[in-house]
């Protein structure tokens, strides 16, 4: 039986999705770098890039706050990491120009978002972060797997800012949750999101 000669070599290169819409503003000493989701969601982690030199390793959530940064001009960027250390290109430049602000300034958001939870798994207590652009009504609720209301953490007028709410694991009745999967949903004026967290003991 005959063989043809083999075929031409052909090289294939997969391009990891980026972290989209990085955002950069300051916050009075530091500078809060703000991103959105890579469309593939398989992605481990983040690293941030200042001036494309790699600042932070082993972020979990679309929220970087780099702390006590001196007046000038930055460019920021973030990189997904996949599984086995596969990484995507640097995102597009947040680029700022940061002059620190006095603690009494209010910081305005410059986008509504539900950030994350820190830590995720958590046990017993973790911290949601998000923010809110401009002043309105607000909830925040927790839901088991069954979409079942557990906790109502935030049901209320706030004002623009950037928030931050503990959970201890408890629910409406102020009794300790079990182990599992949990979603938390966040709604104001326009904007909906839900992200999940593991309560693990």
């Known amino acids: ?20 819409n990085p955002e ?20 481990s982690h983040y690293k941030v890039y200042r001036n494309l030199i790699m600042i932070a390793d082993d972020i979990m959530e679309t929220l970087y706050i780099d702390l006590e940064v001196p007046n ?17 290109s640097l995102s597009a430049d947040a680029i700022i120009e940061h002059v ?24 017993p207590t973790t911290t949601i972060s998000f923010s809110t652009k401009e002043a309105g009504h607000v909830s925040v609720n927790i839901y088991n797997m069954k979409g079942q209301l557990v906790k109502t953490l935030v049901n209320e007028q706030l ?33 909906t999101a839900t992200k999940k967290m593991i309560l693990m003991k």
Do not use: C
């Not at 978002?113 to 798994?121: A, H, K, S």
């Not at 949750?177 to 949990?182: N, W």
């Open 1 to 20: 039986v005959g063989e043809s000669d083999p075929s031409n070599i052909e090289t294939v290169t997969f391009a990891y999705p980026v972290p989209q």
């Open 24 to 43: 950069a503003v300051t916050q009075y000493a530091n500078i809060l770098l703000t991103w959105d989701e890579p469309t593939d969601r398989s992605f």
């Open 72 to 88: 000038g001009t930055y460019s920021y960027n973030v990189r997904a990491v996949y599984s086995g250390d596969y990484q995507s």
């Open 100 to 123: 620190q602000t006095n603690v009494d300034e209010i910081i305005v958001p410059v986008k509504t978002e539900l950030t994350g939870n820190y830590p995720n798994p958590f046990n």
């Open 159 to 191: 004002d623009a800012a950037y928030h931050d709410i503990v959970w201890n694991g408890k629910d409406n009745s102020n009794k300790p949750i079990s182990s599992g999967i949990y979603f938390y949903k966040m709604r104001s004026n326009n904007y």
